[in-house]
C-alpha cells in the first residue's frame, strides 16, 4: 500500500489525532469534521459556564467583588449572611447574597439615584 492508498483509506476513519506517515513527506491529516477541532471538556475546567445558586467562600468574594481575607470580614461584622451546609460544605445563596449586597450603605450614607448628585 503506498502513501496515497493509505491517506484515502484514513480518510474513512474519524480520528481526533494528527495521522503521522512514517517514511513519507505527506504532512499529518487532520479530518476537520472530527471532534478534536471542537471544544474540549478541559477547556472549561476551572470555569464553569452554567449559572449557580449556591458559591463557594472564594467565589462569593468574586461576586462581591472583593477579596476573600474582606468577605470573611464582612461575615463577621454581619454584613453577609451564614452559609448554607451541603454535607459539610459551606455554600452561599445567590439570593442571600444579593440581599446583603443590596443592603450596604451607599457612599454619602443615602440612597442616591442621580450619579452627578454624588459629585
Do not use: N
Request: glycine residues 8%; proline residues 7%.
Amino acid at each position: 500500500m503506498d502513501a496515497k492508498q493509505y491517506i484515502s483509506a484514513l480518510s474513512l476513519i474519524s480520528t481526533t489525532r494528527p495521522i503521522k506517515i512514517v517514511g513519507s513527506d505527506v504532512e499529518p491529516l487532520r479530518l476537520r469534521s472530527c471532534p478534536s477541532h471542537r471544544r474540549k471538556p478541559e477547556a472549561y475546567k476551572g470555569h464553569r459556564p452554567l449559572p449557580r445558586r449556591g458559591l463557594s467562600r472564594e467565589q462569593s468574594a468574586d461576586y462581591f467583588g472583593v477579596s476573600a481575607s474582606k468577605f470573611d470580614q464582612m461575615r463577621k461584622d454581619g454584613r453577609i449572611g451564614p452559609p448554607r451546609l451541603i454535607d459539610g460544605r459551606k455554600v452561599w445563596d445567590i439570593y442571600q447574597l444579593d440581599r446583603d449586597f443590596d443592603a450596604l450603605l451607599l457612599e454619602g450614607g443615602e440612597d442616591v439615584e442621580d450619579w452627578d448628585a454624588t459629585l
